[in-house]
């Protein structure tokens, strides 16, 4: 006899309790607790025990006697994945309402299927003349995708049961129900447990399920955070929906890095990749640099990168001066600052003070700190740092410059695209002499600014 059970759900966290509570006392958001009804089946005791029989075994003999990592067909994709889609995972994409995920999972979907995998894409927002729309569009065209238009998951594994494809694709998680719960479709119980429901298929069916998140106006995924536990990769589309590059970013990854970036632009016909991102960050880079104008060479996993940080400096107008910046960790900015004036005694406490990465690149590396330190102080001293030179450091509290990883692959890059000279620190490593680069190594911050400013910049 099955048992029912009313509880109150917050939307935001999943946090439970009892009886209604106006405000969530694991998260602080106020009237987002909803009641829902969970109906638990109470097991007889003459109901007999399944018990999971399968052998143990050492990991020494286990064998890999197949590939388990099928290539998206999308070089940017497959880095930030770790090599492709693995066979048995579960992978949740999130995004921004109208950033391209579904435009991205359907050129994959394309993709794949032309290397002759079998596809099941399952659109529970859509139907599927829309979904054809989209393709026509997208030029994906394959006898091996499947389109489902169903919101029901019980009905999805029964289509599953029939055509045993190799990977599932439902778009998107919070449309889909189960008929186990009675609460609607988006809510902290049907997303959790329709989600449970796809890990167990991924796991003990070897298929791989790509599964499309919703993001909060906060930037979390819609529903409990705990759903980030549950599936192998969570990935995450960023950019602004008015301009065309796309960032594909990698937020929890068993099966590789967590550090690498996809880069993309999007095109009348889809997203097209970028693999040379540091070019499509400073293609509109002017000839000649402006004060408080630095490029930075910073680290995106297995590559460099090389963009431009913008400094703006001025007299304020407020009993206490703004500090406002964009692709930069707030308190880093505010470290710099105070760096500046203890450190090099620049009178900042009387300015605001403005700092943006350009392309909308998150950089949260130190390495970018001696860029910053140098883009806010020629924007202050009105100078101009040359636009061939790139800037490579970590700075201490002291004032000195730290050394950073990987320096000579942000040498090279910045070499490859015709930058002539990198200030770089004085405690790393010896560098190469292949490189056709002025190479200056400098020890602290005051170093770092008269280089800058001296005779012939």
């Given at each position: 006899m099955a048992k029912v059970k009313t509880k109150w759900v917050c939307q935001n966290c999943g946090y439970e309790t009892p009886k209604y509570i106006g405000k969530c006392p694991d998260c602080g958001n106020w009237g987002t607790l909803v009641e829902e009804i969970e109906v638990k089946a109470v097991p007889s005791h003459s109901q007999s025990v399944v018990i999971d029989d399968s052998p143990v075994c050492l990991i020494n003999e286990i064998e890999i006697t197949e590939s388990i990592k099928n290539s998206t067909g999308f070089e940017e994709l497959d880095r930030v994945l770790g090599g492709g889609l693995v066979k048995g995972s579960l992978v949740l994409l999130a995004g921004d309402p109208g950033i391209g995920k579904s435009t991205l999972v359907l050129q994959t979907a394309g993709n794949v299927c032309a290397s002759g995998k079998k596809l099941l894409y399952v659109c529970a927002e859509e139907s599927g003349s829309q979904v054809k729309?989209?393709?026509?569009?997208?030029?994906?065209?394959?006898?091996k995708l499947f389109v489902y238009s169903q919101t029901n998951i019980e009905a999805v594994l029964n289509q599953l049961?029939?055509?045993?494809?190799?990977?599932?694709?439902?778009?998107?998680?919070?449309?889909?129900?189960?008929?186990?719960?009675?609460?609607?479709?988006?809510?902290?119980?049907?997303?959790?447990?329709?989600?449970n429901i796809l890990m167990d298929v991924a796991k003990n069916k070897g298929i791989t399920v790509v599964v499309i998140g919703h993001v909060?106006?906060?930037?979390?995924?819609?529903?409990p955070k705990v759903l980030e536990h549950m599936v192998d990769t969570v990935i995450y589309f960023e950019g602004d929906k008015y301009k065309s590059q796309r960032l594909l970013r990698s937020m929890k990854n068993?099966?590789?890095?967590?550090?690498?970036i996809g880069v993309f632009n999007m095109v009348e016909s889809g997203l097209e990749e970028v693999t040379n991102p540091s070019e499509l960050f400073m293609k509109e880079r002017t000839e000649s640099a402006m004060p408080g104008s630095v490029i930075i060479a910073a680290n995106e996993g297995t590559r460099a990168l090389l963009v431009e940080v913008q400094a703006l400096v001025g007299k304020t107008s407020y009993p206490s001066p703004r500090r406002v910046s964009t692709g930069l960790e707030y308190n880093r900015l505010l470290q710099i600052i105070a760096v500046l004036e203890k450190r090099i005694g620049l009178q900042l406490s009387s300015h605001d003070v403005y700092v943006n990465v350009i392309g909308?690149?998150?950089?949260?590396?130190?390495?970018?700190?001696?860029?910053?330190?140098?883009?806010?102080?020629?924007?202050?001293?009105?100078v101009v740092v040359p636009s061939d030179c790139v800037i490579i450091g970590e700075i201490s509290l002291s004032g000195e410059i730290r050394n950073v990883s990987d320096?000579?692959?942000?040498?090279?890059?910045?070499?490859?695209?015709?930058?002539?000279?990198?200030?770089?620190?004085?405690?790393?490593?010896?560098?190469?002499?292949?490189?056709?680069?002025?190479?200056?190594?400098?020890?602290?911050?005051?170093d770092a600014i008269k280089v800058c400013v001296s005779k012939g910049n």
């Open positions: 729309l989209r393709a026509q569009r997208l030029n994906v065209n394959s006898d049961e029939t055509l045993n494809p190799e990977i599932l694709v439902i778009d998107s998680i919070q449309s889909v129900y189960t008929s186990n719960i009675t609460s609607t479709a988006g809510s902290v119980s049907q997303i959790r447990e329709c989600t909060t106006k906060d930037g979390n995924i819609a529903g068993r099966f590789g890095s967590t550090n690498e909308g690149i998150e950089i949260d590396e130190p390495a970018a700190d001696l860029g910053i330190a140098l883009a806010i102080a020629t924007c202050f001293r009105d320096i000579e692959k942000r040498i090279y890059e910045a070499q490859k695209l015709g930058f002539k000279k990198a200030i770089v620190p004085k405690l790393n490593k010896k560098i190469s002499d292949n490189f056709d680069i002025d190479i200056v190594e400098v020890a602290r911050l005051i």
